[in-house]
Nanobody, 122 residues
């Protein structure tokens, strides 16, 4: 079992930037691929970005390419999601998830955090 915790969400204005963090206390996250997703009451869970255990392979949803950046430092226990030029439509609960192999489909992820709320005001 991997217990994930997201942080860094909050209330921001359109155009601002945020960096979300995903970490775990145990076991280490360093051997797992991590994906970021978001969900609203009106939409299904949406894939945003994913990164393999080494940080060398990343995937992005077309809708966020150029604005979102997923990163990790190899050997460290945190994965980040940098979100730039925030839009009102980015308002959602953001989740990180982990599993052995990097994937873009939420169904492939076994371990999930509780989510962090991001609210973007105009």
């Amino acid at each position: 079992q991997v217990y994930l915790a997201e942080s860094g969400g909050g209330l921001v204005q359109a155009g601002d930037s945020l960096r979300l963090s995903c970490t775990t206390s145990a076991p280490s996250l360093t051997s797992y691929a991590v994906g970021w997703f978001r969900q609203t009451a009106e939409k299904e869970r949406e894939f945003l970005a994913a990164i393999d255990w080494s940080g060398e392979t990343t995937y992005y949803a077309d809708s966020v390419k150029g604005r979102f950046n997923i990163s990790r430092v190899k050997g460290e226990n945190t994965v980040y999601l940098q979100i730039n030029s925030l839009k009102v439509d980015d308002t959602a609960v953001y989740y990180c998830a982990a599993q052995w192999n990097v994937a873009t489909d939420a169904a492939n992820y076994h371990f999930w955090g509780q989510g962090t709320q991001v609210t973007v005001s105009s």
